[in-house]
């Protein structure tokens, strides 16, 4: 899931911090600029994990700031592929699963990741495999079955996954345009820097309590674990 | 005369251009490895829980020294000419954001966190090496702690062809040690990895009245109370 990243930058260091020693202060604005943001094709930034190198302490032309070039390693977010997480499902919809890890919330299951066959039940909100079900049932056939058959995904639930793969965006909002000397704000549907595609389609993945005591197809323990969650 | 003027003008401007052009290069930030080593969910919070304390015992620190000075009606605390309080612990809000909610994420219930020690990882790992899992492969054992059989087959590619029953049962067998032998969680107390900040703290420039202070700040640096304080 973390790793550590390898970044060279460089830093300004205001002269009010000239009293705190120079590695913290280097540290200080280092996590000021990349601690909960995304570099794209590195991942999601935590925090410095140690300074590897720096150099001495530069003043330039036009303020007082000392900038320092520095090599650091930063603790980054990025789990890497085949990689099985523990997660909690966020939220349901038609298009499939969207799961939170606290700190990173674009995890989605699409619905040809889920387990075969499933349905997305609009009543509940929520996806159900029909695990002893027959995997060419269509969505219809699959929501006549009765309930107690059906192997929810709730919300809230904690779920094992795969890390199927993921996606960097860098959408830049681009030049304000005008039209007839009025800014003209565009409608730019806004994607997350980050997402993470990720499988529920194997034995073993999806909610944890299925695979607890080894025997999904118990309805009674099922019911159990959902009065759990 | 004008002549003499005009150099006088081209000179500085060549100057700065050039100056421009230095800092643009070297401002830019730049990847080198962008996975250098990989960490296990243990070692990551343990890293930011210390950071928590550390920054619990700063803001402490810096809270009582604002205290005595409004007391000894000295408040010195706002420099000469403006700026930031000398005393000031400056709050980074996406830090700690992401540090808090990491935090949480990773000594959740549903982890395996709460009951690992640096010792038994270590263990674990050794204990694993004749079973030719690859460093991923490790590294899930490690942060997921598969008990059951079933987790492991996640984990493991071809488990069947490479394991056989009973190597199964002992990889199981080692990962139930593990986490056996951590009663309690008490990272916040054990020795640090990352020596920088803890430097940080001894170095602090302060009165010999401070120091006392400083003193005993290592029992409370976990204290829950003292989150309210940086919200000042």
Redesign the interface.
């Known amino acids: 899931m973390f790793n550590l990243a390898i970044l060279k930058d460089t830093v300004a260091v205001h002269p009010a911090d000239f009293g705190t020693p120079q590695e913290l202060a280097i540290m200080t604005e280092l996590n000021k600029k990349y601690a909960n943001r995304v570099l794209h094709d590195v991942g999601l930034c935590i925090c410095v994990f140690d300074l590897t190198e720096a150099g001495e302490g530069k003043v330039r032309y036009g303020d007082g700031f000392l900038w320092y070039k520095v090599v650091f390693r930063m603790l980054v977010f990025r789990p890497f592929q085949t990689e099985v997480l523990l997660a909690k499902v966020m939220s349901s919809d038609h298009n499939g699963v969207r799961l939170s890890l606290d700190f990173f919330d674009d995890i989605y299951v699409p619905i040809h990741y889920l387990p075969v066959p499933n349905a997305f039940d609009p009543n509940e909100r929520a996806h159900f495999w029909h695990a002893s079900g027959d995997a060419e049932a269509k969505q219809t056939e699959l929501l006549d079955t009765p309930v107690t058959e059906r192997m929810w995904i709730d919300k809230g639930e904690i779920v094992r996954v795969r890390v199927e793969g993921d996606e960097f965006y860098d959408d830049e909002p681009g030049p304000v345009k005008m039209a007839e000397g009025v800014q003209v704000v565009k409608e730019v549907q806004t994607r997350a820097p980050f997402t993470i595609f990720a499988s529920m389609a194997e034995q073993g993945l999806g909610p944890v309590s299925w695979w607890a005591t080894a025997q999904p197809e118990d309805g009674e323990e099922q019911d159990e674990i959902m009065e759990d969650g | 005369m004008a002549r003499h003027a005009q150099k006088w003008r081209d000179a500085p401007a060549l100057n700065?251009g050039d100056?421009v052009n230095k800092?643009s290069q070297?401002?830019e930030?730049?990847?080198?490895?962008?996975?250098?080593?990989?960490?296990?969910?243990y070692?990551?919070l343990s890293?930011?829980q210390e950071?928590e304390a550390d920054h619990l015992a700063r803001t402490k620190i810096a809270h009582r020294i604002k205290k005595e000075e409004e007391a000894a009606g000295t408040d010195v605390s706002v420099?000469i000419g403006g700026?930031?309080p000398?005393t000031a612990v400056?709050t980074?809000e996406?830090?700690r954001?992401?540090?808090f909610?990491?935090i949480?994420?990773l000594s959740?219930d549903?982890?395996s966190t709460t009951s690992q020690t640096p010792e038994a990882v270590t263990e674990l790992v050794k204990s694993l090496e004749s079973y030719g899992f690859t460093k991923?492969e490790k590294l899930?054992i490690v942060?997921?702690a598969p008990q059951?059989?079933?987790?492991l087959?996640?984990?493991v590619?071809e488990l069947e062809d490479r394991l056989s029953q009973e190597q199964m049962v002992e990889v199981a067998e080692h990962v139930k040690k593990s986490l056996a032998a951590a009663p309690s969680l008490s990272i916040v107390a054990q020795p640090s990895h990352?020596p920088?900040?803890v430097?940080?703290d001894e170095?602090w420039?302060a009165t010999d009245d401070v120091d006392e202070e400083f003193d005993d700040q290592g029992e409370g640096a976990g204290v829950e109370g003292d989150l309210d304080m940086e919200e000042d």
């Open positions: 700065s100056e800092a070297s401002m930030a730049r990847v080198i490895n962008p996975r250098s080593a990989l960490l296990s969910n070692e990551v890293l930011l950071l420099p700026g930031r000398s400056e980074l996406n830090l954001t992401v540090s909610e990491a949480k994420y959740a549903h982890q991923a899930q942060n997921l059951e059989q079933i987790e087959y996640v984990i590619e990352k920088l900040i430097k940080a170095n420039d």
